[in-house]
């Protein structure tokens, strides 16, 4: 998401183009709750607070947020992820449904049982259907 709202070359233009396609509802873009938190400080540091939370509202409405309860911190915290945010994206995305994960940082992924993607490559899997 940082790479979309951020317009972060080189990686815009492929997290655009699955951005579109969450517009279009061809997909179902989720995001966690902790995601706009983070999303929120790292863009408020680049631009105005206020131009941060319209890229927020906007991409918002393209999106569905899951849950994040106390089972999915409790699970995060109990978790072998060496990064405590990681595990509450992956076990929120578990709790929600999800098919898979698309991030740059597959790498932190390695124990998912969803299938983990990078934009590009979620891309190609596209194309190849």
Same mark, same amino acid.
């Not at 945010?85 to 709790?95: R, V």
């Not at 992924?109 to 891309?123: A, G, N, Q, T, Y």
């Not at 596209?126 to 259907?129: E, F, I, S």
């Given at each position: 998401? %940082?790479?979309? %709202?951020?317009? #972060?070359?080189?990686? *815009?233009?492929? $997290?655009?183009k699955?951005? !579109? =396609?969450? @517009?279009? @509802?061809?997909l &179902?873009?989720?995001? !966690?709750? $902790?995601?706009?938190?983070?999303?929120?400080?790292?863009?408020s540091?680049?631009?105005?607070?206020?131009?941060? #939370?319209?890229? %927020?509202?906007?991409?918002?409405?393209? !999106?569905?947020? +899951?849950?994040?309860?106390?089972q &999915?911190?409790?699970?995060? %915290?109990?978790? !072998?992820?060496?990064?405590f /945010?990681?595990?509450?994206? *992956?076990?929120?995305?578990?709790?929600s449904? +999800? /098919? =898979? $994960?698309?991030t #740059?940082n597959?790498?932190?992924?390695?124990?998912?049982? =969803?299938?983990?993607?990078?934009?590009?490559?979620?891309?190609?899997s =596209?194309?190849?259907?």
């Open positions: 998401m %940082l790479d979309l %709202l951020g317009e #972060r070359k080189p990686f *815009y233009e492929s $997290i655009a699955i951005a !579109s =396609l969450g @517009e279009k @509802e061809v &179902t873009l989720v995001v !966690s709750p $902790i995601s706009y938190a983070t999303l929120n400080y790292f863009l540091k680049f631009e105005n607070s206020k131009k941060a #939370r319209e890229k %927020l509202r906007k991409f918002n409405v393209i !999106s569905e947020i +899951c849950s994040l309860d106390a &999915t911190i409790e699970k995060g %915290l109990n978790s !072998s992820f060496k990064d /945010e990681d595990a509450l994206q *992956y076990f929120s995305a578990i709790e449904g +999800c /098919e =898979l $994960i698309i #740059r597959g790498k932190d992924f390695k124990k998912s049982l =969803l299938p983990v993607m990078s934009p590009d490559e979620f891309l190609n =596209l194309v190849k259907k």
